[in-house]
């Protein structure tokens, strides 16, 4: 079956919102596959190694299910035959197969082991194992079920050794029962082939957050009905989001504050200020070779980055959410929920576990409010009018955010921090290679948040 399974494989993956290496060529194949359930529909698991042609290597978590006949109403899930040894069988994408979907939590109720696949639910926790899941259609670089409005089951398709970040800091805030995070209700891990490599997370069941908007959302809305009134200002017309900015800074605040309870913390040092400059001056280099553009900023990059290396401000550090932004966050009748603890998709694993400033998440919401104030702008001509009405809001959201982090931490979060300076500038430069990959049309966004953030003093 392999054999066959391999090429059908090969065909399959590129296509695949989730795969990491489209345009690369691929040198090799490899699978090796796992039984979940032998019965409406046979579902297996299949950990696939790609090796490409520059011999680097990726491995991918594929769950399939299988039919003895083409199953019609599935067409959009087929990935093709496959011939075993005495007949065809017909694989299909279990993500999006709804009968195929039961078996993962009836395996996290029961703590199954399946060859090299543990199953660990989350404590005294209900899981809802009878439903079945729908696959969310935001579909990124994970998939994710949604079991009636009870559970979302996030599976993380490229398989890295460590325990993932956004299991680990959910299972830590598990005792802390903070409001503003979405409970863990069970993992997976597999086991890699080789004993001296840690496990990999395969995936991640939490409590779903019924009846909630996103911040994004919410934020553009508000900023939409700022633009419609070109002449009034952000506290003049309606859908005003100050309010909620202060209740979110409250509320990042508040989770800061449990993650450093539950986690290590360690008072930074300035070995630990020179290694972050050093980083971040890594990583313009880095994306100067990206983003071409970025060189025009080098220069006052390089300076706010050195301001850093020689600062003496106050820092305890500790684990941080890493990628904080208004799409991370959800508002529900009752206030702001915080998902994705996995931090930036793109930095290795253990980076991503490192003891960090919490500046880091609050010049990440503050890189936010810029994006959701001007991504309007990109689509339209020259507005002056606008776009000075994008930098009032932008202004006004970030003042309301650092207070409610003020007021609730007992800090002066956004006081003139060389720190906070150089971690939204290096988020910016981040910015800049995720959208020349993904949405070039906004390249302009961070670039234009360097250009004022470089010309600043
Ligand atoms: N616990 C939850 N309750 C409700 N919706 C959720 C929950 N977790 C995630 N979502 C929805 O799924 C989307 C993607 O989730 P996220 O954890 O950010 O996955 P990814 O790592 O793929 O970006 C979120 O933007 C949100 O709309
Ligand atoms: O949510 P992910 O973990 O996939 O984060 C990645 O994608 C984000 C885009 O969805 C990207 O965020 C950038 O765009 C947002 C608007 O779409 C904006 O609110 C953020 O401030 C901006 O950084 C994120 O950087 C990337 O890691």
């Not at 070779?289 to 003496?312: F, K, M, P, T």
């Not at 932004?325 to 996995?342: K, M, N, P, S, Y």
């Not at 409610?404 to 800049?432: H, I, M, Q």
Request: proline content about 6%; glycine content about 6%; aromatic content about 8%.
């Amino acid at each position: 079956m392999s054999a066959a399974l391999t090429d059908l494989l090969r065909e399959w993956m590129p296509h695949q919102r989730w795969f990491g290496g489209k345009g690369r060529e691929w040198a090799d194949v490899t699978e090796e596959g796992f039984l979940l359930d032998q019965a409406h529909p046979v579902l297996s698991v299949h950990r696939v190694r790609v090796t490409y042609s520059d011999g680097a290597s990726e491995t991918y978590l594929v769950p399939l299910s299988w039919r003895d006949h083409p199953a019609e109403e599935l067409s959009s899930a087929f990935i093709g035959p496959v011939q075993s040894a005495d007949r065809e069988t017909y694989a299909y994408d279990a993500m999006r197969d709804r009968d195929a979907t039961c078996p993962w939590l009836i395996h996290l109720v029961n703590a199954s082991t399946i060859g090299p696949m543990h199953f660990h639910p989350a404590g005294v926790t209900y899981i809802p194992e009878g439903l079945p899941g729908d696959i969310l259609s935001t579909e990124q670089s994970n998939t994710s079920l949604v079991y009636g409005q009870e559970a979302i089951f996030k599976l993380f398709r490229r398989l890295e050794p460590g325990l993932n970040p956004d299991v680990e800091i959910h299972d830590a805030l598990r005792k802390t029962e903070n409001p503003h995070i979405a409970p863990l209700l069970g993992h997976i891990e597999i086991d890699d082939p080789d004993p001296s490599v840690e496990p990999a997370t395969v995936a991640m069941l939490q409590t779903f957050v019924p009846n909630a908007s996103d911040g994004w959302r919410l934020a553009t809305a508000s900023v939409r009905d700022l633009y419609a009134e070109g002449d009034l200002h952000a506290d003049e017309v309606g859908g005003d989001f100050a309010a909620d900015s202060e209740r979110l800074g409250a509320a990042t605040a508040s989770v800061h504050a449990d993650m450093a309870k539950v986690l290590p913390t360690e008072p930074a040092d300035p070995a630990w200020f020179a290694a972050l400059a050093a980083q971040m001056a890594a990583r313009l280099e880095a994306a100067i070779g990206v983003v071409g553009q970025l060189a025009e900023y080098a220069e006052g990059l390089r300076a706010i980055y050195a301001a850093v290396a020689d600062s003496a401000e106050d820092v305890i550090r500790q684990r941080v959410h890493g990628d904080l932004h208004l799409g991370q966050v959800l508002r529900t009748a009752t206030g702001w929920i915080v998902l994705d603890f996995e931090g930036e998709p793109a930095r290795p694993l253990a980076a991503r576990r490192e003891l960090d400033s919490p500046m880091r998440d609050v010049a990440g919401m503050l890189r936010s409010f810029d994006y959701a104030a001007r991504h309007m702008l990109v689509e339209q001509p020259e507005d002056p009018q606008r776009a000075y009405r994008a930098q009032e809001w932008a202004e006004r959201n970030r003042t309301a955010f650092c207070a409610g982090y003020s007021a609730a931490s007992g800090t002066e979060a956004c006081g003139d921090s060389p720190l906070l300076r150089a971690f939204e500038a290096d988020k910016a430069v981040y910015e800049c290679v995720y959208e020349a990959r993904n949405r070039p049309h906004w390249l302009i966004i961070p670039l234009q948040s360097l250009a004022r953030l470089t010309a600043v003093g």
